[in-house]
């Protein structure tokens, strides 16, 4: 031991202690023996002060953090150690980083490390090459006992045997297979979540539903070998394991989580997220065992999951959130390809208006289109309604079958619950009555259980008698008659004050794919490219509102009518006559005076001033009756037999005439020739004559 000098015998000696598991911590004891007498041999060795690090006992050397290893070298930077113990060069470390580290510590400050075989100092040329070949093996070694564990696990993968664990509702066999859980309840509770998820078609939505209606759902507790079945309230990440787990749907899947490797403060760090594509996983039997759902179920669930993350891509649509706006997620931008968003304003917040952001990565890229939602909306609904209409008695008679679903599916989860309840205190009594009535510590304990599992059954039945004791009231004669109108006329249905937005948008997604949607050159129109879910196509096009123009907005044609008829008439003729006419309001109100007042202050239109036609040269019927000594009946039959030039605005409205057209001396003629030709006066005193 030529290599010991007095200097490495003034500093102390450091023994390193490790396993790679906590397996090995437990059961190979004898390891631990060998390496724990590192410490009598630094003694026989000449080092009075022996220091053991143990700290990572049951971490692997392969780069995982160790901080019993990390306190080694700084012991040896700071120059406190004269040498390093340990068994081999495995113990050390199992990576070349870590090794190559130590190496160069020691053989900058000048300390030994000793093993079983020997005492090498990292300073001697021989001796480093003979430690870094130590440690080269050392590595090799676990590369090939990982491999070989990997590949052992995989090959029994690819037969479907390999169980790490096992999910809810299935247990293992002993010739490594897995099937449903006999529990009855616990095949109704997972069939349930299943069946509300497609109600819903959200996981948050079927969280809500079973907290407010206190249905528990069953837990895994205890070791993998032989768990034991717990009952409680559900959480966002069970029922996301629950519907996105393949094993419901009767597949074994291996590999299902991607592993990307990061350095992170010098350090390897392992991330293993989950893959979506099915396609990508390592391993996948499809019918390996019973399953609660089938494949395309499944399937159709991890499409919508995906389609209900909002914000993650602007490929997804988002789940149905609130708002008036039936079209969110549905609509994609036909220049970039992205998702539309929609924006509420005015003074309710309901006024809906879709735009595209555009690549919003980049500041400087402007929103490719925005436009109103209102009438696009009612067109698209109007077209899916149209669609939808043969099949509205259908989904009548099936509204009427599920009435009532919800409180069957909570009462038959709270009879199997009160099984169970019932089961547990009779077990908790046969327990009790078994105890010897002498040992009085026991027999309490026992006592207070029974009664606790008693007291839980008759909550229960509470509960029970609770729910049927008022039953939801059925579907009278008159509401199924109502039903079925609704059913047969879908767009009464669909303008219903009950229905919501949100029942809506479920309908419009389920019909629907998505909307490509684009304006055109002259930005008066919507064009349209309806894609369904079968993998039809409709094509629609829909007028875009101007800029200014809102859904309050008065009819060009109305504006124009009271442009004109202000030039002929006051305030209270025109309302009278747009009244008649069936014109009405922005708002779908009658006119009033003051209502034709305010819209004519909005589009700058002038009042009628008296005795503003005169000044024209205008005249009314009756004055041109007067001035051609004529009826009002003659002047209209010379006005229909196209005599006299005249005009007349809409149904209703005064006949305008040019007084210079009853100077005209056809027109002069045609009159003075049709009162030639009245009936001369009656001698009868008594018969009265009609004024005109």
């Not at 700071?78 to 190559?100: K, M, T």
């Not at 209409?389 to 009548?396: I, N, R």
């Amino acid at each position: 031991m030529t290599k010991i000098s007095a200097d490495h015998l003034a500093r102390s000696a450091v023994v390193y202690v490790r396993q790679s598991s906590v397996d090995q911590v437990v059961h190979n004891l004898e390891s631990q023996r060998r390496q724990y007498g590192l410490e009598a041999r630094a003694r026989a060795l000449g080092w009075s002060e022996v220091e053991v690090i143990d700290d990572d006992l049951g971490k692997s050397g392969g780069g995982i953090a160790r901080r019993g290893f990390e306190r080694l070298l700084a012991l040896i930077c700071e120059g406190r150690v004269g040498a390093v113990f340990s068994i081999e060069a495995s113990r050390l470390a199992r990576n070349g980083r870590d090794w190559h580290t130590l190496l160069e510590f020691c053989g900058l400050v000048g300390t030994l490390i000793v093993d079983e075989d020997g005492v090498y100092d990292s300073r001697s040329i021989n001796d480093r090459l003979l430690l870094g070949m130590k440690g080269t093996m050392s590595e090799l070694e676990l590369s090939v006992i990982r491999q070989r564990s990997v590949e052992a696990v995989k090959q029994k993968a690819r037969r479907g045997e390999h169980f790490t664990t096992v999910a809810i509702g299935y247990v293992k066999t002993k010739d490594d297979r897995i099937e449903k859980n006999p529990d009855v309840r616990v095949h109704e509770a997972l069939d349930l979540v299943f069946r509300k998820f497609v109600e819903l078609q959200s996981i948050r939505q079927v969280l809500l539903w079973l907290t407010q209606e206190k249905i528990a759902l069953p837990f895994a507790v205890g070791g993998s070998s032989d768990p034991k079945i717990e009952w409680r309230t559900p959480s966002y990440t069970t029922l996301n394991h629950m519907l996105t787990n393949p094993v419901y749907a009767g597949a074994y899947a291996f590999g299902r989580r991607g592993v990307r490797t990061t350095i992170e403060n010098g350090r390897r760090k392992v991330k293993r997220n989950p893959q979506r594509d099915w396609k990508a996983w390592d391993v996948l039997l499809r019918d390996h065992h019973e399953g609660y759902i089938s494949w395309d179920e499944f399937v159709r669930n991890q499409r919508l999951i995906a389609d209900n993350a909002n914000g993650k891509s602007y490929l997804g649509r988002g789940a149905v959130r609130r708002g008036e706006a039936l079209l969110p997620g549905l609509l994609r931008c036909a220049r970039c390809g992205r998702r539309l968003y929609v924006q509420y304003s005015g003074r309710g917040g309901d006024t809906q208006r879709y735009v595209c952001r555009g690549d919003f990565n980049k500041a400087a890229v402007a929103a490719c289109l925005g436009f109103g939602g209102m009438r696009l909306d009612r067109m698209v609904a109007r077209e899916v309604l149209e669609r939808l209409q043969p099949l509205g008695v259908e989904a009548a008679l099936n509204a009427m079958k599920t009435q009532g679903a919800e409180q069957s599916e909570k009462l038959r989860q709270l009879q199997r619950s009160l099984e169970q309840a019932q089961y547990e205190a009779n077990r908790a009594y046969r327990q009790y009555d078994a105890v010897d009535p002498d040992n009085r510590h026991v027999a309490s304990e026992l006592e207070r259980r029974w009664n606790e599992r008693i007291q839980a059954a008759r909550a229960i039945e509470r509960e029970i008698e609770g729910l049927t004791s008022s039953p939801s009231p059925g579907l009278s004669a008159g509401d199924r008659k109502a039903l079925l109108k609704l059913g047969d006329d879908l767009i009464r249905a669909w303008q219903r004050p009950g229905v919501t937005s949100e029942i809506k948008k479920k309908i419009l997604r389920t019909v629907l794919s998505e909307i490509v949607v684009d304006v055109d050159q002259d930005n008066e129109h919507l064009d349209l490219v309806i894609h369904w879910q079968g993998g039809d196509h409709t094509r629609l096009k829909v007028k875009k509102n101007r800029v200014g123009v809102t859904r309050w907005t008065t009819d060009t044609e109305v504006v124009d009518l009271v442009r004109v008829l202000a030039r002929q008439m006051p305030d209270y003729a025109i309302a009278a006559l747009l009244n008649r006419s069936g014109k009405t309001t922005a708002h779908g109100a009658s006119w009033t005076r003051t209502s034709v007042c305010s819209l004519r202050r909005t589009r700058e239109i002038a009042p009628y001033r008296e005795g503003e036609r005169r000044d024209r040269g205008e005249l009314s019927l009756i004055e041109a009756a007067e001035m051609l000594d004529v009826s009002p009946s003659t002047i209209r039959r010379m006005i229909i037999e196209g005599r006299l030039p005249a005009e007349h605005l809409c149904k209703g409205s005064t006949w305008i005439i040019k007084q210079s057209d009853l100077t005209q001396p056809d027109v002069r003629q045609d009159a003075s020739r049709r009162r030639s030709r009245r009936s001369p006066p009656s001698c009868d005193a008594n018969q009265k004559c009609l004024e005109f």
